[in-house]
């Protein structure tokens, strides 16, 4: 099989962001994109880089093709067509032998023998591989190459255009199209090129299929479950982001907390994961196999002062806190965040520092924690791109000049500079948190609930003292969206960690 992989592109959208370095050429996990796409084929020999002529003296592009020199570099002149008119132009369609075609920014999760036994039991003239539902990129309603299918038989593909109003579910190609020949790859090609068939005037590879579907030929889809998406500066960008916080959470580092009263409230009723079919309270979440709770608990040196409130009907059992006074069960259910957190706040016998910590939240492992001379430390998380998709899940916080300008409580954030309230917060002690707690509930008699976000405004209308301790590699789980992708990000990073 002769393998194809178009590089001629310019990343134009890489450019205007800052990234100067070619795409294929980005690192993720340490290697080069181009090395992940590479993996996804064992044991093959033929497989040809297409390259511009406009990059053959360029010598830092030649400095990183020289990292691939067991693969075949094609020089083209450069086509405005995309990388239909660049396959056309290298000549390499021009055999009998079966062609698999793949971009240069995306790397999946597959079984490589099982793609080609697929094409000895059917003998297709055409596959597709595809995926659909949760992806880290699928979220945001984006457009790719939708598919229309009936089991494995492909009956409809159709560039940046979905089949129906539910994307999230339809397939999806990754990029990696097989053809029967190379022959059959450029007479549809040209076809396409004939019929002027431009999707932003260029020759995408999906467009040839659909001619081969309206002539009746036999075409395949073959399931991804794992997709990592590359092809755009906010997709690489995320990607990295979430690998960081997989890695947060492996750590073995700790949060020195001595002198500080750690309030874990815990007692809320998980309504997001129940109505998504989760049984267990959040608490009790398997996150790399270690209870969610447990993650928290261990994240912490020093923390011989936690206090954790938890409903009588949660399931909790954990070693370190058997048959503890530390524990306490409530058998009602709160009224809301801050009423939870009050309950604790109360047990606690001394004027030292409380971190009131969320039960579905692991801090970045490489933070210090000093309450200096403020009333209050806030704990937030920036750059957090899933968070600005569904603002209305969240608390925020927004910057005029570095200084904290406002709040908006599960509102639209001020700009993109604004930062996500974690649910971890200091306070300089307990009267702080008790006072502000009634302050706000008077001032708010018609919230249904009061969050700690709330007081943490009171707070700032007051004049008081805060200072906000943000860190990309915080990690929240407290939606099942959240906690999904993040075990969806974990098998990703063992994947790409032993390729």
Wanted: hydrophobic share 35%.
């Amino acid at each position: 099989m002769k393998i194809i992989i178009p590089m001629t592109g310019k990343s134009t959208r890489f450019k205007k962001s800052g990234i100067k370095t070619p795409k294929q050429f980005l690192k993720i996990q340490n290697k080069y994109i181009l090395e992940h796409i590479i993996n996804m084929f064992p044991g093959e020999k033929d497989i040809n880089l297409l390259v511009s002529n406009e990059d053959k003296e360029n010598l830092e592009f030649s400095n990183y093709l020289s990292h691939f020199d067991d693969l075949i570099v094609h020089y083209i002149d450069y086509q405005y067509s995309g990388p239909g008119g660049a396959l056309l132009e290298s000549n390499l369609l021009d055999t009998e032998d079966d062609v698999l075609i793949n971009y240069c920014d995306f790397a999946n999760i597959w079984n490589w023998e099982d793609f080609k036994q697929l094409i000895r039991n059917k003998r297709p003239d055409g596959i597709v591989p595809a995926y659909h539902g949760q992806h880290p990129h699928s979220i945001y309603n984006n457009d790719y190459a939708f598919i229309k299918n009936n089991e494995d038989k492909i009956e409809g593909i159709q560039e940046k255009k979905s089949f129906t109003d539910n994307k999230i579910q339809e397939y999806a190609s990754s990029g990696t199209y097989y053809f029967k020949s190379g022959y059959l790859a450029k007479k549809y090609i040209n076809k396409v090129f004939d019929l002027k068939q431009f999707v932003n005037d260029e020759v995408y590879i999906s467009t040839p299929f659909q001619e081969m579907i309206n002539d009746k030929l036999d075409i395949r889809l073959f399931h991804i479950n794992y997709f990592f998406q590359w092809g755009t500066p906010e997709d690489y960008y995320e990607f990295i982001y979430n690998l960081n916080e997989v890695g947060n959470v492996n750590s073995t580092n700790k949060i020195d907390t001595k002198d500080i009263n750690i309030l874990i409230p815990a007692a809320g009723e998980s309504s997001r994961f129940k109505a998504k079919g989760y049984t267990d309270s959040k608490i009790n979440l398997e996150v790399n196999d270690i209870k969610l709770i447990d993650h928290i608990l261990n994240s912490f040196s020093k923390n011989d002062k936690t206090k954790l409130l938890i409903h009588k009907d949660d399931n909790f059992k954990n070693n370190k806190f058997k048959d503890s006074q530390n524990i306490f069960n409530i058998e009602e259910r709160t009224s809301g965040q801050a009423e939870s957190c009050l309950k604790l706040v109360e047990k606690v016998v001394d004027s030292k520092p409380i971190l009131i910590h969320s039960a579905d939240c692991i801090l970045d492992k490489e933070l210090e924690i000093d309450m200096g001379d403020n009333d209050i430390v806030l704990f937030t998380k920036n750059n957090y791109r899933r968070a600005f998709f569904q603002y209305q899940n969240y608390g925020w916080v927004n910057f005029d000049n570095n200084k904290i300008n406002s709040f908006s409580i599960k509102q639209k954030p001020k700009d993109n500079l604004s930062s996500v309230i974690t649910g971890v917060f200091l306070f300089k002690n307990k009267e702080t948190y008790i006072n502000l707690y009634r302050k706000t509930k008077e001032q708010n008699k018609d919230l249904k609930e009061i969050h700690v976000d709330n007081l943490v405004e009171t707070a700032f209308n007051d004049q008081l003292k805060i200072d906000v301790l943000s860190s990309e590699k915080n990690v929240m789980l407290g939606t099942p969206l959240e906690f999904e992708l993040f075990e969806y990000m974990h098998l990703a990073k063992e994947y790409l960690d032993q390729k």
